[in-house]
């Protein structure tokens, strides 16, 4: 588990004995500094940069142009190992060079690596970051459920009590998709949508449709 998905256990804890906290503020709070004292890897290939990083981008961007087809564990194993290739996709998702739906895929990657501590960092720092794109945080928290299962809960627990609808409701579907024990008492406990919004979690709206 990285730093930030013990960090995060340990806030529940402390959460639950503030009375008259918001839950969500000081949890999400919490977690932004934490990554902010521990952020992520960003790289940016330069002129100093080895030749197989260029190279292992090249082949990326070329993996993330199509609309249709999503790579999966064994196309991103043909680019390299995890250590060549995390810091890779965390810097294409930062890139500005390349569209929003390569950056989206590169983000959406990083669930094939639950081991590495900079891909999982990533996904959190995304997913807390309540100042960044919407549509990246959606796509973080199903990748952060995808790769963690069980692990994610903790998080995505409180994802269902964010402010807006659409990561509420990206959170149920992450949690559905887990299925345990654990996270169908989550979902069973949780109380903060109303029951046309509930609904929704199980359309096409809130799916994620990648593999």
Known sequence: MSHLGIAITGLLLLVSLAPGCDRVEVAATSVQEQAR???????????DSPAGTDKSRTQLIEL??????????????RVGTPDEVVPVLIALFHSENISPQQR?????????YPDHPDAMATLETVIV???????????????????????????LALMLEHKDDLIRITARAALEH??????RRVLAEDSSLDSNVSATSNSSFAEDPLP
């Open 37 to 47: 004292s521990n952020p992520p890897l960003e790289p940016e290939p330069s002129v």
């Open 64 to 77: 993330f142009s199509g609309y249709e087809f999503v790579p999966d564990a064994s196309d991103l194993n």
């Open 178 to 183: 887990i299925d345990s024990e654990e996270s």
């Open 129 to 155: 970051d309540d100042e960044g794109n919407a549509l990246a945080r959606q796509v973080a928290v199903r990748a952060y459920g995808r790769a963690l299962n069980d692990e994610a809960i903790d998080l």
């Open 104 to 112: 989206h895929h590169a983000l959406r990657a990083l669930r094939h």
